[in-house]
């Protein structure tokens, strides 16, 4: 599936690449930033408190937003908005911006696209639809004011700085100790830890039973530990009006909330997402009420597979292939395929650690990945969501083992972006992944005491894939990796090897694969990690990106910086069985033969200025 980037500047007709851009945020305050009680030396008032708001409706910045920008990669879990305000509203007031506050941010090519945003925001409807602009979902972490005084004038100045941090829920810390966990049941302590620590080792004592023996168990995992710690979403929570923990409820609180860091989250938020409605919200127990982060955040896990012939859906094909009757949730997406990896929980560490080490654990990073990122689910509303799935570097030139089932690169939804948007790349290749000799073994540690389950046994029956002439040419460049897997993988002869396949494809002759960054006009469009990008004919992955809005006096800037990996041509008609086709490549040429030619000097120079030389004879 492929998305043109140019049509969020289609007005009219036509395109107008000079429109005025604009954006805006909107903070949703919570009520109860003060629960702790010096004289009881414990919290008060009711736990539904940290779903709702000291002030009814958002606080929207527009006008006073000097600068904006929302950055995010695949190689961290939280995302960072940093904005400059004017100094014309007082925002160290309690009453307009506090640490922990919810907020979210809006970039658009035209004024008429926030307006729409505003009119939502201001009507409790949802704000997050595909063409919404939708850039930022998270929590203030810090407001400050900075003042200044002119040494030449004594003209004072006043702004102040914002920063606000997107899935730190996912940095929450697992923490239990079982002797707190055990103490006298009126203590809150007990009622806090007792649950989390139970779910958790119960769960991974049943499954250690039968270690080593499920194959492909990762998923399973991820699924589990999201539910434990961050709760299966509460589904709108009526506030009983107890203290926390309340000894009077009938339920608990761990009950009510799916988990003790379920993060409630105030309707309004989760209305603005689509969760819920304005009527639904005045319905829901006199309108006090609340969701939890799990209602919100979204997951994708497996083996990604694309089909561009389906009809054009509401995510417009930025969503996989979806097996329903396995996904355990609405919002719990899983891919027919499995991704491949066998979690063994032999002495898991797991205690005092942020919840996104814990399902990296999961992952098996020789083949697979985890990231963050705003994209659409199944309606087309943008949601925070976590993907899990296989590296998707596959190559058109390997051959698909039943056993391994791939992740095509060039299979991958597009954002197509014209030349038109760049203003301005630095594209080329690098020697930082080339790489000749693989090899992957199975880690079973507490299996070693038989022989053919050892590392050496392994080598020897898996032997190590290497590109010999390549390493007579340029030194030995090995990639070795432990991955978890089934006994069965490990022990059968072909079990590893067809890991050590995949990984080849995607890392052997990646050197030839183009990386960099690119800075373009702003993309409107739900652009993000883990999507692939087409210029100029190539197709580049998407490692990161950053989007900046800024105003100085009347002029108005918006532009999308991309940093990009593995670019590979569109065009692999002349790909072969021994290799793909890499750009600025002409045809492969037949493996025996030795020759020169082997470039395309017209490759990637139709936008540079002046007349490009015929380098084929230098």
Known sequence: MQYDVSLDYAKDGGLDFSSSPD????????????????????????????????????????????????????NSSTKTLNCTLKGTTNYLSANTILNGDWILGWMHTSPGDTDEIVKALQAGEPANDFKSGLKFIGRVHSIRKHRSSSIITGAKTVVYTLQAIGFEELSTIFFYDPA????????????????????????????????????????DFFDKFLDIVVGKGTKSIPDAGHDLYGHKLSISPQEQLGAPYSYLIP?????????????????????????????????????QKYQPEDPEPAHKGFVPEIDYTSSPQANRLRC?????????????????????????????????????CIKPNLAGDLMPTIVFRQIPFSSESIEEDPEMPLTRFLSLPRWIIPEALIVDEDIGRSNATHFNFIHVYGQLSPYQQKQQWAITDQMTRNAPIIDTVNVASYGFRPYMSTVACTITDATRADGVRTWMEAIADWTIGSEHTLNGVINCKGIQAPIAEGDNIELNGVAYHIEGITHTCSMNGDNKTFNTTISI??????????????????????????????????????????????TVADNNDQ
């Open 23 to 74: 954006w805006c945020l909107a903070v949703f305050r919570l009520s109860r930033p003060i629960s702790y009680s010096r004289k009881e030396t414990a919290s008060f008032g009711p736990v539904i408190s940290g779903g709702m708001l000291r002030k009814e409706k958002p606080l929207i910045i527009r006008s006073d937003c000097l600068h904006v920008s929302v950055s995010g990669s695949k």
């Open 180 to 219: 707190l966990a055990t103490l006298d049941e009126t203590k809150d302590i007990w009622r806090f830890l007792a649950q989390i620590g139970l779910d958790a080792f119960q769960y991974l004592s049943a499954v250690h039973k039968e270690a080593g023996i499920i194959q492909d168990n990762a998923e």
């Open 267 to 303: 309707l309004s938020v989760a209305t603005t997402l689509g969760r819920t409605t304005a009527d639904e919200r005045k319905g829901a127990n006199n309108g006090h009420s609340c969701y939890g982060y799990a209602d919100v955040l979204t997951t994708l896990t497996g083996v």
């Open 336 to 372: 027919p395929e499995r991704i491949k990896g066998t979690y063994i929980p032999i002495e898991p560490v797991f205690i005092n650690s942020p919840l996104w080490t814990i399902l990296n654990q999961f992952k098996n990073p020789t083949v697979n990945e985890m990231y963050t």
């Open 565 to 610: 990996s593995n670019g590979m041509p569109i065009d692999q008609s002349s790909a072969t069985f021994d290799a793909p086709h890499y750009a600025g490549f002409g045809p492969q040429p037949e493996s025996t033969i030795l020759g020169e030619d082997m470039g395309d000097d017209t490759f990637d120079t139709k936008t540079n200025p002046g």
